[in-house]
């Protein structure tokens, strides 16, 4: 067994985290989020949501990690409907194929459209 690995892999974990707490102490202080009930415990639900989806471990959901969480709620996607989906959370401008934590919060808390709402309502339902 490679303990070295192990510890590493904390590591990494332990960074991943403190980087998306100070991502969630931005919408903490967030004016726009003022009126979310229970805001603190919203986000701290949601960072360990995507720190379990975030597959490759570099801060970032990519399509295969979006389709396994959709999967996992009970409401299974088509290829299409998840490049849609990507396209839609990250913004038709961009041409990233991965959703960051910023683009997951923004769907968790915002109001975008069917497919998204959908989704993000699912999600809502299991982590509250």
């Known amino acids: ?12 974990k ?6 998306l707490n100070s991502i969630n102490e931005t919408y903490l202080t967030d004016s726009k989020y003022a009126d979310v009930e229970d805001l603190t415990s ?16 570099q801060g970032e959901i ?14 299974a996607k088509t290829h299409l409907e998840l490049k ?3 396209s839609d959370v990250v913004g ?14 923004n769907m968790m808390l915002g109001k975008r459209n069917a497919i998204l709402r959908l989704a ?9």
């Open 14 to 19: 332990s960074q991943q985290e403190d980087n």
């Open 84 to 86: 849609k989906m990507m």
């Open 62 to 75: 990519d399509i295969m990690a979006l389709k396994r969480m959709l999967e996992k709620l009970g409401v």
């Open 1 to 12: 067994m490679d303990r070295q690995a192990g510890k590493a892999y904390g590591i990494l």
């Open 92 to 105: 038709s401008k961009e041409s990233r194929e991965t959703i960051c934590y910023t683009d997951f919060l």
């Open 42 to 57: 919203k986000l701290e639900s949601f960072k360990h949501k995507y720190m379990e989806f975030d597959l490759n471990d």
């Open 120 to 128: 993000s309502n699912a999600l809502r339902n299991i982590w509250e």
